[in-house]
């Protein structure tokens, strides 16, 4: 039986998605990243050696990284058709927008809060505005959308539509119609409804 280590409100809602999506039967294990000793547990630090949540044990299997997660579950599960297969040339750009989230849009989200100067030619992720407007055109046009490789929802969609749903909460999403419509398709999906239910389920006391 999978495990997930999870904690409300945080990034480890992607991977709680992600498994919903897939409807497979899965462990939760609630982790308080606010209480050190909470992230004392053995089979957590296995799977998540920098001790941040999501992280997933899958009896031999174990990693951390929401986007590791999505990428791992995605293929150990085809059936479920969440990731185009290794032939199919949507394989491409898949692999492009799972990447995205961790490469270019939270590198990009740390320079807006931290207020790093943009440096669009030195930083890898290029800047906040492009990585918006990169992003906008993805899904922009009449060959485009509704998700991001076109009629088919994938778990690029976990990814980055759970992360533009962390932006617009956070608000720095910029005032975009078309991301903004995408984070609402995105929240009409059963399984994401169900994985922010858990979260509200399960708030933490401030
Ligand atoms: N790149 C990781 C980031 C995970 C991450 O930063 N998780 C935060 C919560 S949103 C965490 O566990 N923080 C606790 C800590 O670092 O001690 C992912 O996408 O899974």
Not at 36 to 48: I, T, Y
Request: aromatic share 10%.
């Amino acid at each position: 039986m999978i495990t997930l280590y999870w904690c409300p409100q945080t990034r480890a809602a992607r991977a709680m998605w992600m498994l919903e999506e897939l409807g497979v039967d899965y462990d939760l294990k609630i982790i308080d990243i606010r209480d050190e000793k909470a992230k004392v547990d053995s089979g957590f630090l296995q799977a998540s050696p920098m001790g941040k949540v999501p992280a997933l044990n899958d009896g031999e299997a174990v990693l951390a990284d929401s986007a590791a997660i999505c990428l791992y579950l995605a293929d150990k599960y085809p059936e479920k058709a969440l990731a185009p297969s290794v032939d199919d040339p949507l394989r491409a750009q898949y692999l492009y927008w799972m990447v995205y989230v961790p490469g270019v849009i939270e590198p990009a989200m740390a320079e807006k809060f931290s207020n790093i100067p943009p440096n669009k030619v030195s930083h890898g992720w290029g800047d906040f505005d492009t990585m918006i407007s990169v992003l906008e055109n993805a899904l922009d046009g009449e060959d485009k959308g509704p998700w991001l490789l076109g009629d088919k929802f994938s778990a690029a969609d976990v990814m980055v539509g759970s992360t533009a749903n962390f932006l617009r909460m956070f608000n720095i999403l910029p005032d975009s119609q078309i991301i903004n419509d995408y984070i609402d398709r995105c929240l009409t999906r059963p399984a994401f409804e169900r994985a922010l239910a858990k979260d509200a389920e399960h708030a933490l006391p401030s």
